[in-house]
């Protein structure tokens, strides 16, 4: 089993910046894809950003050019550096490992508020 914990989450007004951090633990050597999705209140959640165990990328087109997603693999850590923010981004976000034997991993969320 894999444990993630995010943070970096809060307010910002638009335009700014925030980078979010997702920490793995447990079976992280079986960990495949690393994941940010984000959820609004009665809607789908929504895949944001991926990142493969040898780097490829991939993202929405809602945040293409304005996110970034990276990991550390020493420090089994993933991230999401958002510039540029909407108040269209603002929504809780979650990360989400993709493993080997344990299926799909969630964390607790963080949420983002973007003021206009």
């Known amino acids: 089993q894999v444990q993630l914990v995010e943070s970096g989450g809060g307010l910002v007004q638009a335009g700014g910046s925030l980078r979010l951090s997702c920490a793995a633990s447990g079976s992280t050597v079986s960990i495949i894809t690393m994941c940010w999705y984000r959820q609004v209140p009665g809607q789908q959640r929504e895949l944001v950003a991926q990142?493969?165990?040898?780097?490829?990328?991939a993202y929405a087109d809602s945040v293409r050019g304005r996110f970034s997603i990276s990991r550390d693999n020493a420090k089994n850590t993933v991230y999401l550096q958002m510039n540029s923010l909407k108040p269209e981004d603002t929504a809780v976000y979650y990360c989400k490992a993709g493993t080997i034997g344990y299926g799909d991993n969630w964390g607790q969320g963080t949420q983002v508020t973007v003021s206009s």
């Open positions: 990142i493969t165990r040898g780097g490829a990328t």
